[in-house]
Nanobody, 124 residues
Framework: QVQLVESGGGLVQAGGSLRLSCAAS????????MGWFRQAPGKEREFVAR????????YYADSVKGRFTISRDNAKNTVYLQMNSLKPEDTAVYYC?????????????????WGQGTQVTVSS
């Protein structure tokens, strides 16, 4: 049974930082590309960042480029999202997801497995 468990969310002031983690089990982690998505109240789930199976290739939404960094540790079956210079508009539930794809995939529906999400709230 595949499990993705996010952690690290919380309340932070604008300009602050948070580091999200997503621990995976029940899948051959190193074979999967991993993505981070977010969903704010009343809005659709949107792509944030993606990392390929090896960690050698990353891709970001324009809204977070230069502020967020995705990384992974295949030995620990964990993917991370370092979020710096946070803005109130970054407030959302953040989800990690896994997909077996070599190409860059940003569409949420293409991802096979999802975590339960972790809340990130940025106060102004």
């Amino acid at each position: 049974q595949v499990q993705l468990v996010e952690s690290g969310g919380g309340l932070v002031q604008a300009g602050g930082s948070l580091r999200l983690s997503c621990a995976a089990s029940g899948l051959a982690f190193s074979l999967y590309a991993m993505g981070w998505f977010r969903q704010a109240p009343g809005k659709e789930r949107e792509f944030v960042a993606r990392i390929n199976w090896s960690g050698g290739s990353t891709y970001y939404a324009d809204s977070v480029k230069g502020r967020f960094t995705i990384s992974r540790d295949n030995a620990k079956n964990t993917v991370y999202l370092q979020m710096n210079s946070l803005k109130p508009e970054d407030t959302a539930v953040y989800y990690c997801a896994a997909v077996r794809a070599l190409s860059i995939v940003v569409r949420p529906g293409a991802y096979d497995n999802w975590g339960q999400g972790t809340q990130v709230t940025v106060s102004s």
